[in-house]
């Protein structure tokens, strides 16, 4: 069932980005930093708006959305990630479809991705083209030397 996350879920939230094994320790120390953000301040003051699909008292997967910085209601998906043993069994695409849900409840009239284009994220672009989401752009070695940053985009 997919909720708004409780404090105490935190801790689940931090460790699903660190074992999915696609996030450095730079980008799992993010997520975290998000998420106390997210729990200090609240969605309005921070941003950050978190989702967790949980099985009884276990974190299987997690999303987080909010607003783009200086447009016209456009959103970025933050973070996205099922923990490896939950995975292939349609989470991230019901995280994702209530992210969007989300999105349109605030009027949000896209949802902006932006991932990797190592080999590693392969099966992450096709996902997202999978789910209605348009290659928009790829900026060449922008996260380092042979790591494009594409960018997809979805109209709500």
């Keep these: 069932m997919i909720i708004t996350p409780l404090l105490a879920d935190g801790d689940q939230i931090c460790e699903i980005s660190a074992r999915t094994g696609f996030f450095n320790a730079e980008e799992v ?3 975290e930093e998000i998420w106390q953000q997210h729990i200090q301040l609240g969605v309005q003051a921070s941003g950050y708006t978190f989702f967790v699909e949980k099985d009884e008292h276990r974190v299987l997967g997690f999303v987080c959305v909010g607003p783009r910085s200086l447009t016209d209601h456009v959103f970025d998906l933050y973070w996205i990630a099922v923990d490896p043993s939950a995975q292939r069994a349609g ?8 992210a ?3 999105v349109r409840e605030q009027d949000g009239r896209i949802m902006v991705i ?3 284009g190592t080999t590693k994220y392969a ?3 096709n996902f997202y083209l999978s789910c209605g989401y348009l290659h928009e752009a790829t900026l060449r070695d922008l996260y380092a030397d042979g790591d494009d940053l594409f960018i997809y985009t979805k109209h709500m």
């Design 29 to 31: 120390q993010c997520v």
């Design 91 to 98: 989470i991230g695409r019901q995280l994702l479809e209530k």
């Design 100 to 102: 969007e849900q989300t």
């Design 114 to 116: 932006e991932t990797s």
């Design 123 to 125: 099966g992450t672009r």
